[in-house]
């Protein structure tokens, strides 16, 4: 007899998704429980592997192999996780361990090396022995008895541990300066220095201690050494928290008094905490301030002595933003954005395991921070498509958050100016709660206007594609008053290619059916699946004519032609190409908002949460690239970008307008966003699921069937399909297998097969079984995704 663990283990490809048993060897039996990370021996080799236990039992170990170590001193997923990752296998159809790979932090899935740290209180004698003369020492360098005495000094805090990456340093060292006022004032500087005697000016009149990086932005090194050898400013350096520079730069705020509607708003929500309840969708216009709402509740939360989760969608995770959260809630926050090294996400899930983070702001994957004793969970622009995961495990943020919601009887709040059609059908049918705002905050600022250019009106008579003379008008107008302009050019779609006028040859990538896209920047032609690369032609490859043409259009294009009408406006251009790099991003919003342009033109990325005052006109150039993609959701994501962007428009008190420009202005999400009438969008886009057959009416799963022969593919995909219909009821609706719309990638072909169902009791068996089928030999070319509600079907 004696102690068994079951684990699940880091197989990518395992038979079975079950738990395997391993014997607890009795030196470790004191640092194993639910949810630690252990090393196994797995396999005939005995190769070892990661794993998590989620069992433990008493029984006859004779048989088993034993776990040969324990990598943390707690156990990194508590019980909650574990019995999240089990509910949630029931409609992700990926293997265990990569959902709960998902609630650790990456920096943990690789096998880095732990390192231990003396800290002051450490008895000489426990030093001596695991330390030596160092203070710190590589975990896996010590002798293996040591292991219970470690972890008792862990516990007590005596000893602290780190994980060994590039990254992983917690502490950064800040310069902060200190002008001497005296020395200063007696300082010699020649009339003509110019900087100099503004830098002394400077000084003069910021007289506190700050940060010598502040100094470093408007001055350079050669002005500053001058002053630090003259003795008129003195350094000191201090080491802090990586991110404590952040929050202490972020002024404190204080809450705003709510309006009639937000006020009823937090009353409901707050009410039930703590009672198992419905979610709550809140509907509020653009500007409607629901942020604010937000804020109260959290507030309400902390002072019950509970915690909260907010999440945005990655895009609007804006200084602007994480920063409203900081000025109210200080260090109690936490951020979880894709930005952050692995390291720095690993501290800001410590700060959150630790319980020192109270309140966690992040974007999809920060719903699995390791909080306890929540009280909300908030889901900002709930309509968003990337609360879905598109890679393994494919997991929707917004039911992980239901589940969650449940287990701790906290609030969950869905907020958007344009609900999702499912989540505003749920609120019909009373599966939510319905909460409106109806009104902007700002009792001054007004639904701004939209108006409608056909493009089509324009076609051949003007020099040039992105610009409506109207527009260039508006553009004028606001130039000449000193107002801002926002324009935005949705590149989605498949716009900027390069096309023979003489032959109709377009240059497509020779792994993928997609044509390149034409990158002015690197002067090279792109695939935007497998990253293919190439100079841009000059003739035609097909014909050798040298007719060959660039067509689409992009935000460089567009930027460039409005530069040439309009040279004397100062513009700024935000899209991949220029936010690539770490905090480019914040930039240019920066500069944005400090007047510094007076145009900002983008790609969707302008659309989100942005609240300047001084925009009174926003642009659309072309409202049509996301209504012409094969998706039924395409009208509900035109509605929904249109309306935000709009929303960007006239946020305080000078009125905005909006204009949008496009080639189907009878389209009904088109007229209804010059209406601004959500509630007339749903209704309409009801009655087209309705008679189409699609969610919120059904359900939908989508499997993706690649292999890179494609007689294969076509065959097997027959196949699954009739195993498929053979297990299902006649009710359930089963369409394909037919190509994807890129019918082809990294020379792979892909098929794909989508069910329609209302109830299929064996649909979940059905799916698992196809996902094993995946794991024989014979299939061992045969790529399969398993997609519940896929939220992009191109
Ligand atoms: P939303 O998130 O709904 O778009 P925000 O929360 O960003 O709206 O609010 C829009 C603007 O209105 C912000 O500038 C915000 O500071 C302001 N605001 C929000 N609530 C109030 C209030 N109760 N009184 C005054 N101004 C408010
Ligand atoms: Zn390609
Ligand atoms: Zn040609």
């Known amino acids: 007899m004696g102690k068994i663990a079951q684990i699940i283990v880091d197989v990518p490809l395992m038979q079975t998704d ?6 607890v060897p009795d030196d470790l039996a004191n640092l194993i429980d639910l949810g630690s990370r252990v090393h196994i021996p797995f396999g005939k080799s005995n190769r070892l592997l990661q794993g998590f236990v989620v069992g433990l039992e008493e029984g006859s170990v004779e048989d088993l192999k034993a776990i040969t170590a324990v990598l943390d001193f707690e156990p990194i997923l508590n019980k909650e996780q574990l019995e999240l990752a089990d509910q949630m296998r029931h409609s992700v159809f990926s293997y265990k361990i990569s959902l709960l790979k998902a609630m650790v932090p990456s920096l943990l899935n690789s096998n880095y090396d732990k390192i231990l740290h003396a800290t002051v209180g450490l008895s000489s004698a426990d030093k001596e022995l695991i330390f030596g003369s160092k203070d710190s020492v590589v975990y896996s360098n010590l002798d293996q008895s040591l292991e219970g005495q470690i972890s008792k000094l862990v516990k007590s805090g005596l000893i602290t541990v780190t994980y060994s990456a590039e990254d992983k340093k917690t502490l950064k060292t800040i310069t902060y300066y200190h002008p001497q006022l005296e020395v200063l004032q007696n300082l010699e500087i020649s009339k003509r220095a110019k900087r100099r005697q503004a830098l002394r000016d400077f000084l003069l009149s910021h007289p506190k201690r700050r940060p010598l990086s502040e100094l470093r932005q408007e001055f350079s090194w050669d002005q500053l050494h001058f002053f630090i050898e003259a003795g008129a400013i003195q350094t000191d350096e201090v080491q802090v928290d990586r991110s404590q520079d952040y929050f202490d730069q972020v002024a404190k705020t204080d809450f705003l008094n709510l309006n009639e509607e937000q006020a009823h708003a937090v009353e409901t929500i707050t009410a039930d905490i703590g009672k198992a309840n419905k979610p709550y969708l809140l509907e509020g216009i653009t500007g409607s301030g629901k942020t604010e709402v937000y804020l109260h509740i959290i507030d309400r939360v902390l002072k019950m002595g509970k915690t909260a989760i907010v999440l945005v969608p990655e895009i609007s995770l804006t200084p602007q933003m994480t920063n409203r959260f900081i000025s109210r809630f200080g260090e109690q926050v936490a951020i979880m954005h894709s930005g952050l090294s692995n390291g720095e996400k690993y501290d800001e899930w410590r700060k959150i395991k630790s319980g020192k983070a109270k309140v966690v702001v992040g974007a999809r994957s920060a719903i699995f921070s390791p909080l306890e004793n929540i009280g909300a969970i908030i889901i900002d622009e709930e309509h968003e498509a990337s609360y879905k995961q598109e890679s393994n495990p494919r997991y929707h943020a917004r039911d992980v958050a239901l589940l969650r919601a449940q287990y701790h009887k906290a609030a969950l709040v869905l907020g958007s100016a344009t609900p999702s059609i499912e989540s505003r059908a749920r609120a019909s049918r009373e599966v939510y709660h319905f909460i409106r705002l109806t009104q902007r905050a700002n009792p001054l600022a007004k639904i701004p206007e939209v108006e409608i250019v056909d493009f089509r009106d324009y076609l051949g008579q003007q020099e040039v594609s992105n610009f409506t003379p ?42 993928c059916d997609i044509s390149l896209t034409l990158h002015m920047d690197t002067k090279t032609m792109n ?12 003739s035609c490859p097909n014909c050798s ?22 040279p004397q ?53 072309n409202a049509d690239t996301a209504l012409n993609l094969p998706d039924f959701r395409s009208a509900e994501r035109t509605f929904q970008l249109l309306t935000q962007v709009a929303g960007r428009a006239g946020r305080a008190e000078k009125a905005g307008e909006v204009l949008i420009q496009t080639y189907n202005p009878n389209n009904y999400a088109i007229q209804l966003v010059q209406k601004q009438d959500y509630e007339a969008f749903y209704a309409y886009e009801m009655g087209v699921r309705k008679s189409l057959g699609y969610p919120p009416y059904y359900y939908t799963v989508g499997l993706t069937l690649s292999h890179k022969n494609e007689e294969i593919l076509i065959q097997k995909s027959f196949e699954i399909m009739n195993l498929i219909k053979n297990q299902l009821s006649d009710k359930a609706k089963i369409l394909g297998p037919t190509p994807k719309p890129i019918a082809r990638t990294h020379n792979l072909y892909h098929y794909q097969i989508i069910i329609k169902y209302r109830f299929e009791d064996s649909l979940e068996e059905v799916l698992n079984h196809i996902l094993d089928l995946t794991q024989d030999k014979a299939n061992k070319d045969l790529r399969l995704i398993i997609d519940y509600e896929p939220q992009n079907f191109v």
Do not use: W
């Open 18 to 23: 079950k738990p395997f048993s391993y014997q």
């Open 569 to 621: 406006a100062r513009m700024l251009r935000m899209d991949v190409d220029t936010t690539r790099r770490r905090g480019a991003h914040e930039k240019i919003l920066k500069a944005f908002g400090r007047g510094e342009a007076d145009i900002l033109l983008g790609t969707q990325m302008i659309a989100k949460g942005l609240d300047f005052p001084n925009v009174t006109l926003v642009g659309v150039l």
């Open 470 to 511: 109207i527009l260039v008008d508006k553009i004028k107008d606001r130039l000449s008053k000193g107002e801002q302009v926002v324009l935005m050019l949705n590149r989605r779609g498949f716009s900027s290619f390069i096309m023979c006028r003489e032959c109709g040859y377009v240059d497509e990538c020779p792994n």
């Open 545 to 566: 004519s040298s007719s060959i043409r660039y067509y689409g259009t992009g935000t460089q294009k567009a930027y460039d032609e409005l530069q040439e009408l309009l």
């Open 527 to 538: 695939c935007h699946y497998c990253g293919f690369q190439k100079d841009i032609p000059h």
